[in-house]
T-cell receptor, first 113, second 110 residues
Framework: DGGITQSPKYLFRKEGQNVTLSCEQN?????MYWYRQDPGQGLRLIYY???????QKGDIAEGYSVSREKKESFPLTVTSAQKNPTAFYLC????????????FGPGTRLTVT | GQSLEQPSEVTAVEGAIVQINCTYQ??????LSWYQQHDGGAPTFLSY????GLEETGRFSSFLSRSDSYGYLLLQELQMKDSASYFC???????????FGKGTKLSVKP
């Protein structure tokens, strides 16, 4: 079965700690995305990558970092510089040329106290 | 800047028809997509309009008017399982990124 996996589903961290969220896809998609979702809000773009070893900042990249060393993997690190890290984080990917349809992973709910 | 407006909540009864509107302001517009998200779940793609008019997929239809910067999602024969949040999203720019609205929470009552 092809799809996107994110792990873990729930993550708890103390303030001041960096944390890395995993995102893996076996859909052979070139483009991958990280979004943040807060209650009652839409999805806000953190980072995206159109190709291996290249990525760009989205609308709310401050306090986050990513890497794209393999086509299948796009991990997101939430650093201690992120002022309000508690949120639902969604990873997505898409086929080249079909910008309108993104495939989402199940998400990671991060709670920082 | 880019912005999308959609109602925050809509309530309807089983078997009814409901329309969720979306207005947008964006440059470099390519098309309007709709996504469904159940509580705690992942968004899933429903439909896409690049050109003016109506697209039908089973019980769901989506409409776009580029001249009015307006679209809507129409859900017919509502079922309890349709209770979810619905997001409109604009495709824009050369990178093909999506900008999402804040979502409309649909509650279907028996």
């Amino acid at each position: 079965d092809g799809g996107i996996t994110q792990s873990p589903k729930y993550l708890f961290r103390k303030e001041g700690q960096n944390v890395t969220l995993s995102c893996e896809q076996n859909l052979n998609h070139d483009a991958m995305y990280w979004y943040r979702q807060d209650p009652g809000q839409g999805l806000r773009l953190i980072y995206y990558s159109q190709i291996v070893n290249d990525f760009q900042k989205g609308d709310i990249a401050e306090g986050y970092s990513v890497s794209r060393e393999k086509k299948e993997s796009f991990p997101l690190t939430v650093t201690s510089a992120q002022k309000n890290p508690t949120a639902f984080y969604l990873c997505a990917s898409r086929v080249a040329g079909e910008a309108y349809e993104q495939y989402f992973g199940p998400g990671t709910r991060l709670t920082v106290t | 800047g880019q912005s999308l407006e959609q109602p925050s909540e809509v309530t309807a009864v089983e078997g009814a028809i409901v329309q969720i509107n979306c207005t947008y302001q964006t440059s470099g517009f390519y098309g309007l997509s709709w996504y469904q998200q159940h509580d705690g779940g992942a968004p899933t793609f429903l439909s896409y309009n690049a050109l003016d008019g109506l697209e039908e997929t089973g019980r769901f239809s989506s409409f776009l008017s580029r001249s009015d910067s307006y679209g809507y999602l129409l859900l017919q024969e509502l079922q309890m399982k349709d209770s979810a949040s619905y997001f409109c999203a604009v495709s824009w720019g050369s990178q093909g990124n999506l900008i999402f609205g804040k979502g409309t929470k649909l509650s279907v009552k028996p």
